[in-house]
């Protein structure tokens, strides 16, 4: 069956760093998703992106969040500048859309840590 | 704003014992609700959807708009039951998938 699958699975990185977090969704899916949750919290909505744009986004998706989809197969986060609140567990997810609207596929996850 | 809470954070049963893991929500339209499950080291799974009116893997859950709840319930529980549960919902919007998901619940089923 195929997956959602995302690298890396675990990063660490300084506060004030750049972070990009790398996903490669269910091919022939048509939305695409970034959840994350806090450790001990719940999961919470980021962002969905449709037709090479966003769709919506969260309150806590602001200017230091960006996605993108380069290549028609990857979707990416990118956290611009880091900060010890963003430590989490970032999941990326796919749908297909249509009929199959909400039928969210998710990854493994890609645990952050920042120091 | 919509909001999903699971009550109960552990639940432990016997095998072969009943179960019912409690969501409620508050919204004032019409939700979409799911099921998702998490077994240890994996990914999250949908495990239902209410429009879908399905039994998975023994599961199901009902709707009850009155009491804005869905529990999901299982006549008799197995160990392989035993994971995270977590209750979501679907408000509606410009797009699928902005999903308001509940604390989740461990469920422990002991041999």
């Known amino acids: 069956e195929p997956e959602v699958t995302q690298t890396p699975s675990h990063q660490v990185t300084q506060m004030g760093q750049e972070v990009i977090l790398r996903c490669v969704p269910i091919s022939n899916h048509l939305y695409f998703y970034w959840y994350r949750q806090i450790l001990g919290q719940k999961v919470e909505f980021l962002v969905s992106f449709y037709n090479n744009e966003i769709s919506e986004k969260s309150e806590i998706f602001d200017d230091q969040f960006s996605v993108e989809r380069p290549d028609g197969s990857n979707f990416t986060l990118k956290i611009r500048s880091t900060k010890l609140e963003d430590s989490a567990m970032y999941f990326c997810?796919?749908?297909?859309?249509?009929?199959?609207?909400?039928?969210?596929?998710f990854g493994e996850g890609s645990w952050l840590t920042v120091v | 704003a919509q909001r999903v809470t699971q009550p109960e954070k552990l639940l432990s049963v016997f095998k072969g014992a009943p179960v019912e893991l409690k969501c409620n929500y508050s919204?004032?339209?019409?939700?979409?609700l799911f099921w998702y499950v998490q077994y240890s080291r994996q990914r999250l799974q949908l495990l239902l959807r209410?429009?879908s009116r399905e039994s998975i893997k023994g599961f199901t859950a009902d709707l009850n708009k009155g009491e804005t709840s869905f529990h999901l319930k299982k006549p008799f529980a197995q160990e392989e039951d035993s994971a995270m549960y977590y209750c979501?919902?679907?408000?509606?919007?410009?797009?699928?998938?902005?999903?308001?998901f509940g604390q989740g619940t461990i469920l422990t089923v002991h041999p």
């Open positions: 979501a919902l679907y408000a509606g919007g410009t797009s699928y998938g902005k999903l308001t």
């Open positions: 209410h429009i």
């Open positions: 997810a796919s749908d297909p859309g249509g009929y199959s609207g909400n039928t969210i596929y």
């Open positions: 919204y004032s339209g019409s939700p979409e």
